[in-house]
């Protein structure tokens, strides 16, 4: 069991930290912070680059502790809200991702929460500092908190009205 939640923190969080590391800059095939903000805009979002940088280093940062296992329940609450912004964004389309719906935010949602739930297993760091088990309520409350503070976040931030096509190549600014 433990070897399994090893494997599902590896994949999920580096998924996770890999994902934000596509906002904010040019690696893993990400568009840098500039495109990171203007796929905020298209989506409805302000904010900005501050958006951007915000969701950016929300997925780095949940994903990576997720991945070693440390402060679990802090970092599937991290990862539950930034996920939970992305569901709600891909909500209009449907289910499936081939029609750019929400079945990936959903699944790293559900994975987050089960880490929180479970634990993260005897070969992590919250095993080697001696943090383990966490609390109940602190697991539970962690994913209701991630979730509210995504749903949050989507009211604050999200304009329907202000949703705009993506810019091309040529109609950028320089």
Known sequence: MDTGL????????????????????????????AGGTEEFRHDGFRGGAL?????????????????????????????????????????????????????????????????SLTGPGRHSADQALGLLPWPGWSTATAVAVGAACGLAARALLHHPAARLPLLSETERPE
Do not use: C, N
């Not at 780095?60 to 502790?65: A, D, K, W």
């Open 51 to 115: 958006t951007a940088l915000a969701a950016g280093a929300g997925q780095i940062g949940s994903g990576l502790l997720l991945a070693a296992g440390a402060l679990t329940p802090l970092a599937a609450a991290g990862a539950i809200g930034v996920m939970t912004v992305a569901l709600t964004v891909k909500w209009p389309h449907g289910l499936w991702v081939q029609k750019d719906g929400y079945e990936y935010p959903l699944i790293l949602i559900v994975i987050a929460a089960a880490l």
């Open 6 to 33: 090893l494997i599902l923190r590896l994949v999920a969080g580096l998924l996770i930290a890999g994902h934000g590391i596509q906002k904010v800059s040019f690696r893993l095939g990400g568009s840098g912070l």
